[in-house]
T-cell receptor, first 119, second 118 residues
Framework: AQKVTQAQTEISVVEKEDVTLDCVYE???????LFWYKQPPSGELVFLIR??????QNEISGRYSWNFQKSTSSFNFTITASQVVDSAVYFC????????????????FGKGTHLIIQP | GAVVSQHPSWVICKSGTSVKIECRSL??????MFWYRQFPKQSLMLMAT?????????EQGVEKDKFLINHASLTLSTLTVTSAHPEDSSFYIC??????????????FGPGTRLTVL
């Protein structure tokens, strides 16, 4: 069975600080996909990144960066120079490549990390 | 691109009534859609996978007869909560995978529907 653990329930930092959100996953598959989503108070999920299990290169997108390490089954997310608009709940999620019998697989979400950026 | 809508955005109903929630992919076709449920301050839990033209696949513990799913076309899936009770009050979110993508393509999420059962 697959599992995603986000040990940090809530993080509060002051604006402009860097902050890292941790994500640890478990899966028996060798082919899988990892995601990060942002959920602001409005509730709508905003897609941030998708990474497949064969691509361990770290990625940077503006103030966001992701560190994927298969050796530790982690996919951590760092926000540099945080801003108040970054305040939201952030979810890490896992999808195995294919369900038994074929077809797409739904996402297994972590419990989320509530990030609070104070001005 | 890749916009998913849900209707209604919120609904309040009396216990025992049925409620239908629609999920539409606006600018793409989706052979597969998913339904998730999120209780307050909790994570999203996958309820079922909806495939166009076939029966939905439900996750363990989700009652098929209570949560009826119909994927009538490549752009529409509906979730009907039958005989709703207060414990069904939750935030229901759908997602869709573009038909042009593979089975593992990114899921695009709708804005969610908040159901309150009195």
């Amino acid at each position: 069975a697959q599992k995603v653990t986000q040990a940090q329930t809530e993080i509060s930092v002051v604006e402009k600080e860097d902050v890292t959100l941790d994500c640890v996953y478990e899966t028996r598959d060798t082919t899988y996909y990892l995601f990060w989503y942002k959920q602001p108070p409005s509730g709508e999920l905003v897609f941030l990144i998708r990474r497949n299990s064969f691509d361990e290169q770290n990625e940077i997108s503006g103030r966001y960066s992701w560190n994927f390490q298969k050796s530790t089954s982690s996919f951590n997310f760092t926000i540099t120079a945080s801003q108040v608009v970054d305040s939201a709940v952030y979810f890490c999620a896992l999808s195995e490549a294919y369900r038994s019998g074929g077809g797409a697989d739904g996402l297994t979400f972590g419990k989320g990390t509530h990030l609070i950026i104070q001005p | 691109g890749a916009v998913v809508s849900q209707h209604p955005s919120w609904v309040i109903c009396k216990s025992g009534t049925s409620v239908k929630i629609e999920c539409r992919s606006l600018d793409f076709q989706a052979t597969t859609m998913f339904w998730y449920r999120q209780f307050p301050k909790q994570s999203l839990m996958l309820m079922a996978t909806s495939n166009e033209g076939s029966k939905a696949t439900y996750e363990q513990g989700v009652e098929k007869d209570k949560f009826l799913i119909n994927h009538a076309s490549l752009t529409l899936s509906t979730l009907t909560v039958t005989s709703a009770h207060p414990e069904d009050s939750s935030f229901y979110i759908c997602s869709a995978i573009p038909r042009s993508g593979g089975a593992t393509d990114t899921q695009y999420f709708g804005p969610g529907t908040r159901l309150t059962v009195l």
